[in-house]
């Protein structure tokens, strides 16, 4: 049974429930946001919930060929902190789903990623416009249609963000991922039978992300 049913899923058949919730989502920052503007009680916390695309890296196969991983999109919201004028505490969470062509049967696998990271995050401030270099540490929970289990992880990325206003910001990023795996354990194997193994000690996922950050 897979641990991530109540995540959103990419099918075609789960487009509507994905979208009812992103728009919930987006409402109630908007709302949450435009209050505080209202106020006058602005104090540089940030709700920004992510999109985007991310692309996995291979695995192995038993012989010791490559498995593809897919390239697939993805979901995530951060919260963060102005904890200087050009610095910010940040808990970024997100979530994807690959799939690979398994060794056993010719079947479709999948691999479900969920990313809890802390991080800081340096702002390099022109006007309105804002280049951003962060670096985080935390954890990766990885479930296959075999096993689970929480791997540590780190994150880099390089950003840009756009202030329409004091409240609301347009967030352009590059991300990567590096979870610490063991190449020889049996993550995706049943008894003596795998269907693939990691490379290496490090699984690398890619992310190009878009996001709308909301100032409170």
């Known amino acids: 049974m897979n641990s991530f049913s109540w995540l959103p899923r ?5 487009k509507t429930s994905f979208t009812a919730r992103l728009m ?4 109630a920052c908007f709302s949450l946001s435009a209050n505080a503007q209202r106020a006058g009680d602005v104090n540089g916390n940030e709700i920004t919930p992510y999109v985007g695309y991310m692309f996995g890296s291979d695995i192995g196969a038993a012989d010791g060929s490559d498995i593809a991983m897919s390239d697939d999109a993805h979901l995530g919201i951060a919260f963060s902190w102005q904890d200087s004028p050009n610095g910010q505490g940040q808990v970024l969470i997100n979530y994807v789903k690959h799939d690979f062509d398994s060794q056993i049967g010719g079947t479709t696998e999948d691999l479900t990623l969920l990313y809890a990271h802390f991080s800081g995050v340096a702002q390099f401030r022109q006007q309105n416009y804002v280049t951003t270099f962060s670096l985080g540490l935390g954890g990766t929970f990885m479930d296959s249609d075999y096993e689970s289990g929480l791997y540590p992880s780190a994150t880099i990325a390089i950003g840009t963000r756009y202030e329409f206003s004091p409240t609301l910001a347009f967030v352009t990023e590059l991300r990567t991922y590096a979870t610490l795996t063991d190449d020889d354990d049996d993550f995706f194997c049943e008894q003596s039978i795998c269907a693939a193994e990691f490379d290496d000690t490090l699984y690398i ?3 190009i992300s878009v996001g709308l950050a909301f100032v409170f």
């Open 24 to 27: 919930c989502l987006l409402l």
């Open 10 to 14: 990419w099918q075609q058949n789960d």
């Open 205 to 207: 996922d890619t992310s």
